[in-house]
T-cell receptor, first 113, second 112 residues
Framework: EAQVTQNPRYLITVTGKKLTVTCSQN?????MSWYRQDPGLGLRQIYY???????DKGDVPEGYKVSRKEKRNFPLILESPSPNQTSLYFC????????????FGPGTRLTVL | GDSVTQMEGPVTLSEEAFLTINCTYT??????LFWYVQYPGEGLQLLLK?????DKGSNKGFEATYRKETTSFHLEKGSVQVSDSAVYFC???????????FGQGTELSVKP
């Protein structure tokens, strides 16, 4: 089944403890992206990647890192999480770019205490 | 910078009513425009898109026309169903190609 998977789905952590949210797609897509969703703010793009080893900042990259060492995986790294990073995070992928249909993962709900 | 503004929700309609959700944008150049839908507890799904002026995107009875003169991409449906209850997001892709800007979302609730 074609899908985007994220792990973990739920995470409660404390300020400053490094964490990684994994994202994997099995559709051989070139484009991948991370978003965060907050009430009243809609979705905001954190980082995106047009292909392996190519990453770019979205609208809200501060406090996040990403890597794209292989096509299927695009992990989101929070080196030193803070409470303002408490949010619902979505990973997404599409075949080449945003004009192709973008498929979203199920989301990761992160709480930073 | 580029931005998207949607009408505020929540919007509550009766089944079979006509739906309009307004979306206007600010962008340089010629952006591509999208509507995404998020059903309760799920991720987003692409509903429809338009990549150039005067294009009409359509899917599942929903339509939106890319109007460059009014910088708008309003979502319409002639007769809504209870199953259309969801949050709808307007979005644009600017000249950079990989960057996607979302509106704040409009929650739609359809009552039987």
């Amino acid at each position: 089944e074609a899908q985007v998977t994220q792990n973990p789905r739920y995470l409660i952590t404390v300020t400053g403890k490094k964490l990684t949210v994994t994202c994997s797609q099995n559709m051989n897509h070139e484009y991948m992206s991370w978003y965060r969703q907050d009430p009243g703010l809609g979705l905001r793009q954190i980082y995106y990647s047009m292909n392996v080893e190519v990453t770019d900042k979205g609208d809200v990259p501060e406090g996040y890192k990403v890597s794209r060492k292989e096509k299927r995986n695009f992990p989101l790294i929070l080196e030193s999480p803070s409470p303002n990073q408490t949010s619902l995070y979505f990973c997404a992928s599409s075949l080449r770019d945003l004009t192709d249909t973008q498929y979203f993962g199920p989301g990761t709900r992160l709480t930073v205490l | 910078g580029d931005s998207v503004t949607q009408m505020e929700g929540p919007v509550t309609l009766s089944e079979e009513a006509f739906l309009t959700i307004n979306c206007t944008y600010t962008a340089t150049g010629y952006p591509s425009l999208f509507w995404y839908v998020q059903y309760p507890g799920e991720g987003l799904q692409l509903l429809l898109k338009a990549t150039k002026a005067d294009d009409k995107g359509s899917n599942k009875g929903f339509e939106a026309t890319y109007r460059k003169e009014t910088t708008s991409f309003h979502l319409e449906k002639g007769s809504v169903q209870v199953s259309d209850s969801a949050v709808y997001f307007c979005a644009l892709m600017g000249n950079q190609g990989g960057k996607l800007i979302f509106g704040q979302g409009t929650e739609l609730s359809v009552k039987p």
